[in-house]
């Protein structure tokens, strides 16, 4: 296809386990892409072709494949359903046109179906519905439409009627061209309207009708004055509404017995093209530019989709906004402005690739092995082209330090999380220059696990999980003086230095300040750096339970020193025995970080999330309005958070979801140190034995 206008850009997205992937697979086999159903509980889809799919029965990424049917090209665009993995499924629908949001018929609407909904609806996306699982015992098609209306606004319209119901669904009744389609053996045949459907199929039509009309002035008017409404007047008024998200029709379908799926293609052709939409901006420094969906124009593209292979390099899956993408050229990443020679073009289906040689704009497909380009960059044929802004992922949610099994596999360990967390953008890793651990944080602990499980399998490196640290830090609440003396004779030039030093508290967040006040030559000024390292490395090593010392003036005063035995070393030691000793008659305490906390739940959950809260030391601060949500202001310590995810799952039913961030440090209740400071105690015991 090189006419934009004939391409049809398609996300299915939903909660997990609404059968997305099933129909995805009914839908290549009903466009003849595939000669057989494959089934997600074998391992046979061609989306779910990753051995941890495979292993899990879920998606737990995009699955790409292009199909052709009635003189149209789709992209369609099998997403996760799973919270754990829905950065393909953010990332999908910056590039789609439409949302094809897929429903278990007998759960109705579930909290992934209402989070991706709005997520569509910030883009402005077309949205479209489908009923999946109608041969499910308890499916029930009205009251499907009924929730999903109170869900998403009485814009939600059947397009489409089941022909029986749960285990003798067997077809659909197209509202549109009011025909209906029965299915046996896997084969669908076209007939006439059931006669025990057709007064149902009459009001159906009729309450279409009048949705689309009541976008459209000309057809209002016909529709009013009682005239005939022809079949190209209503299904253009209709695309029109489903473009402008005015409509969101409602289809019928059991993917996995194959009913429904290939008459779902007639709702997909009144789906907006790439060349219906409103132009896409993207940022030129700080002026906007529009993209014209145009091949003619330079070619600019936007990586959606990357994957990390330790064979083949990086494969990254893009979509052209503008001009047209040939194999073999020269393009700019934008980020940077540095170029990548684009080899071998490709359309990805499943696993498989189809080797292209041009894309044009609103196409998508893929190229491998660019030396540097990520998700989120932005592709152009010229420099200076503009970039698409960054997408926005939502933070992690859970942390865990990360180690080698194996002793010198550390690198291996860090170069493989960082292929990893390239192919996953809500999969974040950092090294805690406080505590030294390799952190790793994702959605989940099941996001993290596959996250391992890959390292293995992928790039041979085993690795151990445990609960980070939390990285407390120590300071003190008065002031004291200590006399810091270090003496050492063994025969020969011995060591000696002797520091007086007062210590006092700093307002928090201000740091560490040394203040030099000697006078008299008390100290020579070139030991006076060796005790301030000494007071340095005595900090980093903590008084309490071994975290750093933070917020503190030290003033050196006073001292003594020797002519011949007096060095930079002798000093450093008697900074940090002074040091030591002055914290300890100051009052030492712990400090622990409190973040600030925004939890976002529905309204029935907000009284078992405040009492959580409250029972996790956290300091509530109100709640706000969200959607169909509330949002839960709290502070609350970190060291009470790091199995908060799994506990509002559980709260909420997998509805609930929060992000948060440090907000400061505060003191340690003193019931809590002192179990803090015997574990520190502990942990150094059992490390100098082994």
């Not at 992209?75 to 953010?90: C, K, Q, R």
Request: aromatic residues 6%; negative net charge; charged residues 25%.
């Amino acid at each position: 296809m090189n006419d934009p206008a004939k391409i049809r850009n398609i996300a299915l997205v939903g909660h997990r386990g609404t059968g997305k992937t099933s129909l995805f697979e009914a839908l290549l086999f009903g466009a003849g892409a595939v000669t057989r159903l494959g089934s997600v509980a074998d391992g046979t889809t061609v989306s779910d072709w990753d051995d941890d799919e495979k292993k899990r029965q879920m998606s737990l990424s995009a699955g790409l494949a292009q199909v052709d049917h009635g003189g149209l090209s789709y992209n369609l665009v099998d997403t996760p359903g799973d919270s754990s993995f829905l950065a393909d499924a953010i990332a999908s629908l910056e590039v789609v046109e439409t949302a094809l949001m897929v429903v278990n018929t007998v759960l109705g609407v579930e909290v992934q179906t209402e989070r991706l909904w709005d997520r569509a609806a910030e883009r402005g996306l077309a949205r479209m519905l489908v009923c999946n699982m109608l041969d499910r015992e308890r499916a029930d098609f009205d009251a499907a439409v009924a929730a999903l209306q109170e869900a998403f606004g009485a814009q939600v319209v059947a397009v489409q009627l089941p022909i029986g119901s749960e285990h003798d669904f067997s077809g659909v009744v197209d509202l549109l061209s009011m025909k209906a389609y029965t299915y046996a053996d896997g084969k669908g045949s076209e007939g006439e309207v059931p006669a025990e459907l057709a007064d149902a199929a009459a009001a159906a039509r009729e309450k279409l009708i009048d949705a689309v009309a009541s976008t459209d002035d000309d057809l209002a008017e016909k529709y009013l004055m009682e005239e005939e409404i022809t079949a190209d007047e209503l299904n253009a008024a209709f695309a029109a509404a489903v473009a402008t998200a005015q409509i969101f029709p409602v289809a019928c379908v059991a993917a996995t017995a194959g009913i429904g799926a290939d008459r779902l293609f007639d709702v997909l052709a009144l789906a907006p093209s790439p060349a219906d939409v409103p132009a896409r901006a993207v940022l030129d420094g700080e002026d906007s530019v529009e993209l014209a969906c145009d091949p003619s124009r330079p070619a600019v593209a936007f990586v959606f989709k990357t994957l990390a292979d330790p064979f083949s390099g990086h494969v990254n899956v893009f979509r052209v906004f503008q001009g047209t993408m040939n194999s073999d050229s020269q393009l700019v990443v934008a980020r940077d402005g540095h170029k990548e020679r684009v080899g071998q073009l490709l359309r990805p289906r499943g696993k498989e690739n189809k080797p292209v040689d041009a894309l044009v704009a609103g196409d998508i497909g893929a190229v491998a092995k660019l030396k540097d380009v990520v998700t989120g960059d932005t592709l152009t044929a010229e420099a200076g082209a503009g970039a698409f802004p960054p997408i926005r992922f939502p933070a992690p949610l859970m942390s865990f330090a990360i180690t080698a099994k194996s002793k010198g596999e550390e690198d291996k360990v860090i170069s493989a999380l960082r292929r990893l967390s390239e192919e996953d953008p809500m999969l974040e890793v950092h090294r805690d220059e406080q505590t030294g651990e390799t952190i790793v944080g994702g959605m989940s602990q099941v996001h993290v696990e596959v996250t391992v499980e890959r390292m293995k399998r992928r790039f041979g490196v085993e690795v151990e999980l445990k609960p980070p640290r939390v990285p407390y830090r120590e300071t003190i609440k008065g002031t004291a003086k200590a006399e810091g003396k270090h003496k050492k004779q063994t025969g020969g030039r011995g060591q000696f230095a002797d520091t007086w030093m007062q210590v006092s508290p700093r307002p928090r967040g201000e740091g560490f300040e040394f203040v030099d006040k000697i006078v008299g030559g008390a100290i020579p000024r070139n030991f006076i750096p060796a005790v301030e390292k000494g007071v340095a490395a005595a900090m980093a090593e903590g008084f309490l339970a071994g975290y750093p010392v933070v917020d503190v003036e030290v003033q050196l005063y006073d001292g003594k020193h020797h002519p011949v035995d007096s060095s930079d070393m002798a000093f450093q030691i008697a900074g940090s025995i002074g040091f030591k000793a002055a914290v300890e008659k100051a009052q030492p305490v712990l400090l622990e970080p409190i973040m600030n906390v925004e939890i976002t739940v529905p309204e029935e959950n907000v009284g078992d999330i405040i009492g959580d809260l409250n029972a996790r030391r956290g300091r509530v601060l109100g709640t706000t309005p969200r959607g169909h949500n509330n949002v839960v202001g709290a502070e609350v310590p970190l060291a009470e958070m790091l199995t908060y995810a799994p506990d509002l799952t559980s709260m909420t039913g997998g509805r609930g979801d929060y992000h948060m961030e440090l907000l400061r440090y505060d003191e340690v209740p003193a019931h809590l140190t002192a179990k803090i400071v015997e574990q520190a105690r502990q942990e150094k015991e059992d490390a100098q034995k082994s």
